[in-house]
């Protein structure tokens, strides 16, 4: 029988670490956060860059790709920066190359491009093997003193090679040129500034260090985008944003109303809203004019060569082209906003949203901190040169002495140290030093750079050791970068303005229709209306139907709303340019508006924004209504007063002054302050007057410093003054005095 063999033992598993998992994934995922903030996303407050953007330019000073060199192409470019800083993809690199070149993207383009890298209709560049760049005049000032270990550098991810930790950045990129971005659990939007008003504020703040952000938005006062375009926001708001770091500019196209042929006319949008893709937009447009969503809107046409020229056809040349406009405005992206979320790694460490004088602070403390470092590294300079101009000054002294001791002796270099006290970098100098150029020493020219050595030493130490010389000299650098960008220049001129919005109230986009002509109301007293052309003075010779005779008539424009105020207290809005024209006797208002049974017209009078009426009823109750609430949008009107049986509206006028003068049917007069009149919407009102028998009979609003007048039935005018009228003045709801001598005796202030 065979013997069993038992199996092997498993082979032991190397002992490993037990760690939490929750405590493993916060560990690396805070890694890979700060990773993103740090290396990706967010810009370093001092030169306003991504780690991706300053290796761009690094990478392209490594192939000497300045202002007047020739292009190279951007496939170089790219696969010299991945290759040597940013491990991230070659197309990541590229679109932030691309986006550097764009002049609609970069209020001040970094790069210099040449090839397709894209258009403001949303185009992509064409690939990095077409295309070449280099950089431009503002991506050296960036670079300007690099060096000159006027920064840090650190090595790269591969460690062969080593890469600044921030720019030298003689300009003020992160406001000049803005920055977006999205990190994990942050992001940020700043957008682009105008540089010369930068340099403005940057000097007052120099002189005045303790500013604040209110101060310096006396030289900044908002955003400046490439694309031009209109900032309508109030000047509070935006200085809230800029005082808090968060916040957002609200940017319309600009656009001009052009004249065409026989009384036509277009509008041309010649400036689009940052960042927006004008492609889409067209087609934005056409899909809402299709959809019938803009009935004031024929056709829009794009006729865009380099520069932008967008062309709004109306459909009626009566059309107001703004509330056209506003009608576009609302529903597509000529008007955007674009968010203010100045969220950056300050000292390129922390980040934190500024304000706006904390940003530019940032950029201040930067330019001096690189001032004294590359101060300092010029002293080094000039220290090394001094010393190899004194060794220099022994050569020339003592030339045969020299000649003969390199010539004779086995360790000239020990030889000359000894016999002329020179150091060892001045002997390696002179033993360096070819024949030839011995001819062309010169004590006087020694000398002459000696001196000149020594003055500049002395005002560099000078100005490393004082603070006030310091800021001085910044101030100086700041007023020669202002020089270049003035504001009458081609990149210093301000492209974006500022405007006030028209408040914001529901487009009637019938009355925009309708051409503006003046016109006069005539209402008869059996309810009927007109409407006649112009402004008729004299309607005593229009003609009624029947028994029927004038009860109002006023001027107005057919793009009026007209109210109508009916004896039940129910209120009516009606069109003027839906009135019936002037040549007949009009029609019936009661086949515009749903008047009740055994109601009828007491008063019509055109709509008036902001204005009051003074509304009261028979049984003397009455209250101050807004015109506002008096519109209505259907037949059926609004309820307006409340009337009690057997009464009905007795006085309908509109309130300018500041006391209410009632008279009733007993003929007693009562005045008292319009202040203690409520407001109401809709209501019964209070009691104005009280009478033991009959009702209200008038009412009139007056300003008590002008006196009380009225007129009686043969239109003389009476006034009685204000001292005068002391024993008619009391509180509301008294009961009154007989009137003055004089008063009509139909108890009415129009006899």
């Known amino acids: 029988m065979a013997k069993t063999v038992a ?69 170089k470019i790219v696969g010299d920066v991945m290759g040597s800083f940013h491990p991230h993809g070659d197309q990541a690199i590229y679109d932030a190359l691309v986006r550097l070149a764009q002049d ?34 503002v991506a050296r000032l960036l670079l300007e003193g690099i060096d000159e270990d006027s920064i840090d550098f650190r090595e790269n991810y591969s460690g062969d090679q080593k890469e600044p930790i921030v720019l030298p950045a003689a300009f003020p990129n992160l406001l000049a040129n803005g920055a977006t971005g999205i990190a994990v659990g942050m992001a940020t939007s700043v957008p682009p500034h ?26 900044v006062p908002g ?56 492609s889409r937009l067209i087609e934005k447009l056409a899909e809402l004019v299709n959809d019938k969503k803009l009935p004031l809107v ?40 674009f968010p203010l979320n100045m969220n950056v790694l300050v000292d390129g460490v922390v980040p934190r949203v500024l304000a706006l004088h904390e940003a530019l602070k940032q950029w201040l403390d930067h330019r001096r901190v690189v001032l004294v470092r590359r101060s300092q590294h010029r002293l080094s300079e000039i220290e090394h040169r001094l010393e190899v101009l004194a060794g220099m000054l022994v050569v020339f002294l003592n030339l045969d002495e020299v000649i003969r001791i390199i010539r004779e002796e086995d360790e000239p270099k020990d030889a000359l140290k000894a016999r002329f006290a020179l150091s060892d970098l001045q002997a390696n100098y002179i033993l360096d030093t070819r024949l030839r150029s011995l001819r062309r020493l010169e004590e006087m020219q020694l000398k002459a750079e000696n001196d000149a050595l020594v003055k500049e030493k002395t005002a560099l130490e000078a100005l490393v050791g004082d603070e006030q010389q310091q800021w001085s000299a ?37 009355e925009a229709m309708i051409e503006r002509e003046p016109i006069t109301v005539v209402m008869s007293r059996k309810g009927w209306i007109r409407a006649l052309k112009g402004h008729v003075a004299d309607v005593s010779t229009v003609s009624f139907k029947g028994d029927d005779s004038l009860l109002t008539a006023f001027f107005t424009e057919t793009t009026a709303k007209i109210l109508v105020l009916a004896t039940n207290g129910r209120v009516f809005t009606l069109e003027a340019s839906k009135l019936p024209g002037g040549r007949g006797f009009g029609e019936p208002v009661r086949l515009m508006a749903d ?71 007993n003929r007693k007069l009562l005045v008292f302050p319009l202040a203690q009149t409520p407001e109401m919407a809709r209501g019964k009102g209070v009691r104005l007057q009280r009478y033991k028998d009959g009702g209200l009979s008038d009412a009139r609003v007056f300003a008590l410093a002008d006196g009380l007048t009225w007129k009686d039935s043969a239109g003389r005018t009476f006034t009685v003054a204000q001292p005068e009228l002391a024993e008619w003045m009391g509180a509301r709801a008294e009961a009154g005095r007989l009137p003055p001598k004089g008063f009509p005796k139909n108890n009415r202030f129009i006899g």
């Open 223 to 278: 955003p400046d985008f490439p694309t031009g375009g209109i900032i309508v926001d109030g000047r509070e708001q935006i200085a809230e944003a800029y005082r808090t770091g968060r916040g957002s500019f609200r940017i319309r196209a600009r656009w001009a109303k052009e004249e065409a042929a026989r009384g036509l006319w277009n509008v041309v949008v010649t400036e689009i809203p940052y960042m927006v893709q004008k």
């Open 474 to 510: 910044i101030k100086t650098q700041i007023r020669d970068l202002k020089k270049k960008f003035a504001p009458d220049s081609k990149f210093g001129k301000r492209r974006t303005t500022f405007e006030t919005a028209p408040e914001a109230r529901d487009i009637d986009l019938t």
């Open 7 to 75: 199996p092997p033992p498993p082979p032991r598993e190397p002992a490993g670490e037990i760690v939490n998992l929750r405590d493993a994934l916060e560990e690396r995922y805070l890694a890979y956060a700060l990773s993103t903030i740090m290396g990706r996303a967010l810009p370093d407050a001092r030169d306003g860059l991504k780690p991706v953007h300053r290796r761009i330019l690094y990478g392209m000073q490594i192939l000497r790709l300045d202002p007047g060199s020739s292009f190279k192409k951007s496939a």
């Open 104 to 137: 609609f993207s970069s209020r001040y383009p970094l790069v210099d491009g040449q090839g397709n890298f894209g258009n403001i209709d949303g185009d992509s560049a064409a690939a990095y093997r077409y295309t070449e760049a280099r950089m431009t005049d």
């Open 298 to 337: 024929a056709e829009v046409r794009d006729e865009s060569a380099e520069d932008v020229r967008i062309v709004i056809e109306p459909r009626a040349r009566t059309v107001d082209p703004a509330i056209m406009m506003e009608s576009l405005f609302r529903l597509s992206e000529l008007e955007s906003r």
């Open 595 to 665: 008047l009740d049974e055994g109601a009828d017209v007491f008063s019509v009078f055109p709509y008036s924004a902001g204005a009051k009426m003074l509304v009261c009823s028979t049984d003397g109750r009455g209250f101050l209504s807004p015109q506002d609430e008096m519109l209505a949008g259907t037949r059926k009107g609004k309820g307006l007063l409340n009337v009690e049986d057997g009464a009905k509206v007795a006085v309908a006028i509109v309130a300018e002054g500041d006391h209410v003068a009632v008279i009733g049917e």
């Open 194 to 219: 105008n540089v010369a008003e930068l340099c403005d504020a940057a000097l007052y703040l120099v002189s005045h260090p303790g500013a604040m952000t209110d101060q310096l938005l006396a030289f």
